[in-house]
């Protein structure tokens, strides 16, 4: 009996033991899972991702937090597997056009503007962006830029022409670029008018055609405040849209070859073999480094019937809502926003990441030393967002295989397929009660 | 797979929760047009770079069979494309087909007069111009299958046929193919079910353009899911593709079965 009750205790001991040790390890597990860093993601190639490490350096030399920074090409794809994984990243910077389509999934927080310290230098019409239609604020401005034309000045002025300021000089320009030689290689019409985005990804030719529309006063969608109706197809869409038709379709094009399947057009201004086009400001450092400054221009868009407006592009900062350090997520948003962490964003080494600064202490032409961004502020103040209060992603998606539809078969039905089109993105505002 | 299944039968929001819709999403794949046209480009070019592939693959086998250091040589060359990543194939083929005149395979064919073809942007042309790029890539996979075989096919049927007078083809109606039939059934089994799943050499071509002529199956699957955030649809076209693809194995069995019963 003795034996049994000492054979008992043994193994009482044995299991105390064990279930100390298992403490002791599960303890350690949760603590090496206890969160350490701030996962921040951006969308960024290698030289933007360079300049947001140097950003991020300095926040956590500042306040002590730090970052776990990862830049995802395929943002999408890959925070979709995070979704699932329902493990999101603390920060997110990324496109304001996303922003209502992540609220809308309940995968980013609301945010009180009020309560970041440096909220008030901040434009307003920065916070307005924003704003979703029932007022409430998902993001914090980072950067904003509006797109701009980039012209390869040497070859304007080999071929004799002006700057060109209206859509009808702009045509010119594109046309004796697409039929002379002004690279002077002896070669006429081997080098393309205008280096064109067509590609449906992620709607992207949308984007790309919203400033020829708009300069000619038409627009997808008209309205505010959550409710938009549809205009693509009334007399000003139609007359815009048959403008571009007659770039794309007529004789010659000007778009350079296989415009509407090229994941990018950027190599085909940066390698000489486009003159004009229209991209964000994040280009200028690799274009002067491939053309060189003095044979780079960069110029207001020629206006059209309408203006010379063009497509402004925000970058944002959102909160992922599975995140367990609230307090870093704000503080980085602090330090991103004020004029340390904006300046940084602009000149540390590699591509800015914010190309015109949110802040309003800030000046870019003096931060940057460069008086071509007097140009491109110039452009901001005479831009206009897509709406980015509601989730306007698969109407976007519409409009752009619509367009590249268009273009690519060139068969004439302008009015018919804009009808259809409207039709498409009413039905997609429908689906999100966005439809006025 | 579970969890496939389940989603297709969902709205999928993870974050606020999945909402059970039924047959919802596969009535949305069934009469969405995306997914016809997606539904008829899929066909078209499972069927044309499956044949095509088996068949250029065929004719090379034959062409380098031999053990000589040279074939060797030429054999290991051919089998490149299919180690090449395909991504790196797209981009290859993209520069290839360069839609100008100056263009590589313009050039090429404007050598005996055929005017430049914008390969990847002509609605009419890009599909057939993807089927080429997979043809040209996965045909010295099959390449290999059909070396393994010809390698068991024995070699004194051919003396008897020379013997008797037979020409080439006779020689290859009679004795290769049939000696090669089990090796074509699995060749094309696996070239039908790799033709259904196609996506990176699209993504990479054309991104299902232009003007959808390219779009298939897998790249509708992409779009639905990631660019448009239904993961739901997504799931049950992929529940769609593994049907069809298991529908299609089963098939091919039944008929090698019964060949080889009879």
């Not at chain 1, 005479?382 to 989730?391: H, T």
């Not at chain 1, 089109?421 to 966005?434: K, T």
């Not at chain 2, 579970?2 to 069934?30: C, D, H, K």
């Amino acid at each position: 009996m003795k034996q049994h009750i000492a054979e008992k205790q043994r193994q009482t001991g044995r299991l105390k033991c064990s279930g100390t040790v298992l403490a002791t390890l599960l303890a350690t597990t949760t603590a090496g899972y206890a969160q350490e860093a701030l996962e921040v993601w951006s969308r960024s190639g290698p030289q933007a991702a360079a300049t947001y490490e140097a950003v991020f350096e300095a926040f956590t030399e500042k306040t002590g937090i730090p970052v776990e920074y990862l830049t995802a090409l395929q943002f999408d794809t890959q925070l979709q597997a995070r979704v699932a994984a329902r493990d999101l990243p603390d920060v997110l910077i990324y496109d304001q056009s996303s922003m209502a389509a992540y609220a809308n999934a309940g995968w980013i927080l609301p945010i009180d503007p009020t309560s970041l310290a440096g909220h008030d230098e901040v434009s307003d019409v920065s916070w307005d962006s924003v704003r979703m239609a029932d007022g409430s604020t998902y993001g914090v401005p980072f950067s904003q830029h509006a797109q701009i034309t980039f012209v390869r000045k040497d070859w304007r002025e080999n071929l004799g022409f002006d700057v060109p300021t209206t859509h009808e000089e702009l045509i010119a320009l594109a046309t004796a670029f697409a039929t002379g030689d002004p690279d002077g290689n002896g070669v006429d019409g081997d080098t393309y008018g205008m280096a064109v985005p067509g590609t449906t990804n992620r709607g992207f030719f949308a984007w790309w055609m919203f400033s020829y529309l708009a300069q000619q006063g038409a627009h997808y969608v008209e309205g505010g405040d959550g409710k938009y109706e549809v205009t693509i197809n009334n007399p000003e869409g139609v007359a815009a849209v048959e403008w571009l038709y007659d770039a794309f379709c007529g004789d010659p094009n000007l778009a350079q070859p296989g415009a509407m399947t090229n994941a990018s057009a950027t190599p085909f201004f940066a390698e000489g073999q486009a003159g004009i086009y229209q991209t964000g400001p994040y280009a200028i450092t690799s274009f002067t480094d491939k053309i060189g400054a003095e044979n780079l221009e960069i110029i207001i868009a020629p206006a059209g019937s309408a203006g010379s407006t063009t497509l402004t592009e925000r970058t944002s900062i959102y909160f992922g809502s599975t995140t367990t350090m609230p307090e870093a997520q704000k503080a980085l948003a602090e330090f991103l926003i004020s004029e340390e962490g904006q300046t940084l964003g602009m000149t540390a080494p590699g591509q800015p990441v914010v190309r015109l600064p949110v802040n309003v202490n800030l000046n870019a032409a003096e931060i940057y030393g460069d008086e071509r961004f007097v140009t491109v502020a110039e452009q901001l103040e005479m831009s206009e967002l897509m709406p980015s209060d509601i989730d306007f992603t698969a109407a976007r998606l519409e409009i752009a295989e619509t367009f590249q539809t268009l273009f690519s078969q060139c068969n004439d039905d302008v009015v018919e397929q804009l009808d259809v089109l409207a039709g498409l993105i009413a039905d997609e505002l429908d689906a999100v009660n966005a439809l006025k | 797979m579970a969890a496939g299944i389940r989603m297709s039968f969902q709205e999928v929001s993870p974050f606020l929760g999945n909402q059970w819709v039924g047959w919802e999403n596969y009535a949305t794949v069934l009469t969405n047009s995306r997914f016809h046209q997606a539904v008829s480009n899929t066909l078209v070019l499972g069927v044309g770079q499956s044949f095509g592939a088996v068949l250029v693959g065929f004719i090379l086998a034959l062409l380098l069979e031999g053990p000589s250091r040279s074939l060797w040589f030429v054999r290991t060359a051919v089998f490149l494309p299919v180690v090449t990543a395909s991504a790196v194939v797209g981009e290859i083929w993209r520069i290839i087909y360069f839609p100008s005149p100056d263009g590589f395979m313009n050039k090429v064919l404007g050598l005996v007069g055929i005017d430049p073809i914008r390969y990847l942007e002509d609605t009419s042309v890009a599909l057939y111009a993807v089927m080429t790029v997979g043809i040209w890539s996965s045909a010295p996979y099959y390449m290999v299958i059909f070396l393994a075989g010809l390698a068991g096919v024995d070699r004194t049927l051919y003396e008897a046929a020379a013997i008797d007078g037979a020409r080439l083809r006779h020689r290859i109606v009679s004795i290769t193919i049939p000696a090669l039939r089990p090796a074509i059934m699995i060749v094309s089994i696996l070239a039908a079910v790799r033709a259904l799943r196609i996506f990176t050499d699209v993504w990479v071509l054309t991104g299902g353009g232009p003007a959808g002529s390219t779009q298939v199956w897998m790249t509708q699957i992409y779009t639905q899911g990631f660019e448009r955030n239904n993961l739901g649809v997504a799931s049950a076209a992929s529940i769609l593709l593994l049907i069809a693809s298991v529908l299609l194995t089963v098939v091919a069995i039944y008929f090698t079965r019964n060949k080889e019963d009879r």
